[in-house]
């Protein structure tokens, strides 16, 4: 209703420099994002802090927090998956694959790397996007500079313990063309690591023990993917 009385500017931001379409989109409120865009919403939009850009866009938003159906929406409208990395003050986020694979949102995986919208959440499609292909899937991304294979073996630490890990997305990414033999360079203290010595390492060390049975699922679908047992890292 506020829309058609033409007295809401669908592109206005809150004090957080953030616009409607993002909040929609961080919600998972589809049919919001699909009259906001109807209404001429800018899906490229990135949120404005300090009158600096982030980079963080609807896109990042509905990824992050595992809404595949708002991804599919927004990817089939023209947003990269491979956007340029969002920024938070000093904090460097990721690309929307990248989130998706840390976060271990696998049906926003499959929307990012399949190229298309999945048709199974019911997005309609403007756009249609290549598969990501095996380079686009090596790509170093954030302030951690790992491409999304690692992001999705790596973990971190949380209130509620240790998080991340994702055995489904490992095997996905994989799959999809994420080589399981990368060697990481440049990185400020996992230099040369592959991602099986990731998977292997330290990370491991403050594990629950309900986090063992994901470590040898993550083997698993490394050596499945042809991971070399002799690399070193």
């Known amino acids: 209703l506020l829309l058609e009385t033409g007295r809401f ?13 993002m909040a929609a989109a961080e919600f998972g409120h589809i ?16 949120r404005v802090r300090e009158k600096k850009h982030d980079d963080i866009s609807a896109l990042h938003q509905a990824v992050k927090d595992g809404h595949a159906q708002c991804a599919a929406f927004l990817y089939g409208k023209g947003e990269p998956a491979l956007a ?17 694979a840390f976060k271990g949102h696998l049906d926003c995986l499959r929307v990012l790397c399949d190229g298309v919208p999945d048709t199974r959440l019911g997005a309609a499609a403007d756009a249609r996007h290549a598969p990501l292909t095996s380079e686009e899937l090596q790509t170093f991304s ?11 073996i790596r973990g971190h630490m949380s209130p509620e313990g240790v998080v991340g890990r994702h055995p489904a997305c490992v095997r996905f990414l994989a799959h999809a063309g994420g080589d399981a033999n990368l060697v990481l360079k440049g990185h400020p203290y996992l230099n040369g690591h592959t991602p099986l010595t990731l998977a292997l390492g330290s990370w491991w060390a403050e594990c629950p023990e309900a986090q063992k049975d994901k470590r040898v699922d993550i083997i698993e679908a490394l050596m499945d993917a042809g991971a070399d047992v002799d690399g070193v890292g």
């Open 84 to 100: 340029v990395p969002a920024r938070r003050d000093k904090d460097p986020r990721d690309t929307p694959v990248g989130i998706a």
């Open 142 to 152: 954030g302030a951690r500079m790992l491409p999304p294979l690692c992001h999705a």
């Open 31 to 46: 049919e919001v994002l699909k009259l906001l865009v109807e209404h001429n919403a800018d899906v490229s939009a990135t």
């Open 9 to 21: 500017e669908p592109n206005a931001r809150d004090d957080d420099g953030f616009t409607p379409l």
